[in-house]
């Protein structure tokens, strides 16, 4: 309907701002999309931390009732040179038939040591 001349006469009699104004809101918006950025990766930053911190109170209290459990059944405190021999024992259970795996209803680790 319009030719081209018409068409840009039309489009520069809409826009009243010069092209340096418009540059200079399209930098501010684009400055303002950078400091959301950074403002979500923070967030981000922290929403993993929390979840890390979560699931490591979870594995501390998980060990600490393992332990627990171990000098229950032991009636007494374990010592840190018993930890070695603990371990041995397990791998031993665990390469002589898999009887700790079977116990407590577990596939058996792919690569236990034999001791």
């Keep these: 309907m319009f030719g081209k001349k018409e068409r840009t006469m039309i489009f520069m009699a809409r826009s009243t701002k010069s092209y ?50 171990v000098e229950s059944v032991l009636g007494s405190a374990i010592e840190e040179d018993d930890i070695p021999k603990l371990i041995g024992f397990l791998k031993r259970q665990e390469a002589n038939g898999k009887f700790f795996s079977k116990a407590m209803q577990k596939e058996p680790v792919a690569n236990t040591e034999e001791v």
């Design 20 to 69: 340096e104004e418009r540059m200079l809101q399209l930098e501010k918006k684009e400055q303002e999309s950078l400091e959301k950025a950074k403002q979500y990766a923070a967030q981000k930053r922290e929403l993993k931390k929390r979840q890390k911190d979560v699931e490591t109170k979870k594995r501390t209290h998980r060990l600490c009732q393992i332990g627990g459990a």
